[in-house]
């Protein structure tokens, strides 16, 4: 239904930036929201910046003033400029979908669904 491509992700110094995107296709009518979640190991996966589909944007306390989430004009495009990476960013980030689209049998379902993934690692 929803398929996700994420890019951007690998290794930085601390203090350092980073873009991830992700692109969103298939048979999909409309988009409620996209953003990003993250990962470590043995912890549950965390929100760190979500965005509608009128622009409003919510952000994890710990990476306002540091990530920005953009989605521009009606691109199923979302980025994350994430600036001053710090070890404590290291994670596997997901990107998320949630909107509205067709089925196998082209019924419109609410659908959310999932990137595979991309790790970003900030080590000195």
């Known amino acids: 239904q929803v398929q996700l491509v994420e890019s951007g992700g690998g290794s930085v110094q601390p203090g350092g930036s980073l873009q991830l995107s992700c692109a969103a296709s298939?048979?999909?009518?409309?988009?409620?929201?996209m953003g990003w979640h993250r990962q470590v190991p043995d912890q549950r996966r965390e929100l760190v910046a979500i965005?509608?589909?009128?622009?409003?944007?919510e952000y994890a306390d710990s990476v306002k003033d540091r990530f920005t989430i953009s989605r521009p004009g009606i691109e199923r495009t979302v980025y994350l400029q994430m600036n001053n990476l710090q070890p404590d960013d290291t994670a596997v980030y997901y990107c998320?979908?949630?909107?509205?689209?067709?089925?196998?049998?082209?019924?419109?379902?609410?659908?959310?669904?999932w990137g595979q993934g991309t790790q970003v690692v900030v080590s000195s």
């Open positions: 965005i509608t589909s009128g622009g409003i944007t």
């Open positions: 298939g048979s999909i009518v409309s988009l409620y929201r």
């Open positions: 998320y979908f949630e909107g509205l689209a067709y089925d196998e049998q082209n019924f419109r379902q609410n659908v959310n669904s």
